[in-house]
T-cell receptor
Framework: GENVEQHPSTLSVQEGDSAVIKCTYSDSASNYFPWYKQELGKRPQLIIDIRSNVGEKKDQRIAVTLNKTAKHFSLHITETQPEDSAVYFCAASIGRDFGNEKLTFGTGTRLTIIP | DSGVTQTPKHLITATGQRVTLRCSPRSGDLSVYWYQQSLDQGLQFLIQYYNGEERAKGNILERFSAQQFPDLHSELNLSSLELGDSALYFC?????????????FGQGTRLTVV
């Protein structure tokens, strides 16, 4: 089955600096790669996603890059703010006609923004 | 509000007991996923249903089972509970869409086994 590895497990960044979280996946059939943010005690929420026919996607301060050949993808957060502090999960799935299949998550990165 | 409803929000039960967690997906979403999140751990994929049929299985214990009903709500049954089963159980649903799409999570059911 799919295996998603995520690094680092914890990351502390000075406010205003950039943060980068990296993930690798094992199943070459995976074609959909979302990133979720989970604040303490709350449900995970999608912040950005990318499909395998795209190499990079950006949404304001957040960007995701995908290297299909190397089977890795990364989340980049620029100009970090205190509200960016949370746990971030990457995921990979096989997109089918009916939606996601085998939506597998990485182990998470606890991001702390230092004021 | 994601539109995914999970009940109950909290559940405390004793070892050896059986519990049922319920999930109502977003209106129109045919896919339902169950995840287990232990303290400070990631989201462990348990099982996925699509339109009433099991579609994918993760690391789900034999003591656990699930089903999706004709009205698309899903139930996760946990039996012979052990202390280690204490965790936050999330349900998520996603719409029918080619090449993947956002999975919307419920608020979770926090299970405490004592």
């Amino acid at each position: 089955g799919e295996n998603v590895e995520q690094h680092p497990s914890t990351l502390s960044v000075q406010e205003g600096d950039s943060a980068v979280i990296k993930c690798t996946y094992s199943d070459s059939a995976s074609n959909y790669f979302p990133w979720y943010k989970q604040e303490l005690g709350k449900r995970p929420q999608l912040i950005i996603d990318i499909r395998s026919n795209v190499g990079e996607k950006k949404d304001q301060r957040i960007a995701v890059t995908l290297n299909k050949t190397a089977k890795h993808f990364s989340l980049h957060i620029t100009e970090t703010q205190p509200e960016d502090s949370a746990v971030y999960f990457c995921a990979a799935s096989i997109g089918r006609d009916f939606g996601n299949e085998k939506l597998t998550f990485g182990t998470g990165t606890r991001l702390t923004i230092i004021p | 509000d994601s539109g995914v409803t999970q009940t109950p929000k909290h559940l405390i039960t004793a070892t050896g007991q059986r519990v049922t967690l319920r999930c109502s997906p977003r209106s129109g979403d045919l896919s339902v996923y169950w995840y287990q999140q232990s303290l400070d751990q990631g989201l462990q994929f348990l099982i996925q249903y699509y339109n009433g049929e099991e579609r994918a299985k993760g690391n789900i214990l034999e003591r656990f089972s699930a089903q999706q009903f004709p009205d698309l709500h899903s139930e996760l049954n946990l039996s012979s509970l052990e202390l280690g089963d204490s965790a936050l159980y999330f349900c998520a649903s996603s719409p029918v869409r080619g090449a993947g799409g956002e999975a919307f999570f419920g608020q979770g059911t926090r299970l405490t086994v004592v």
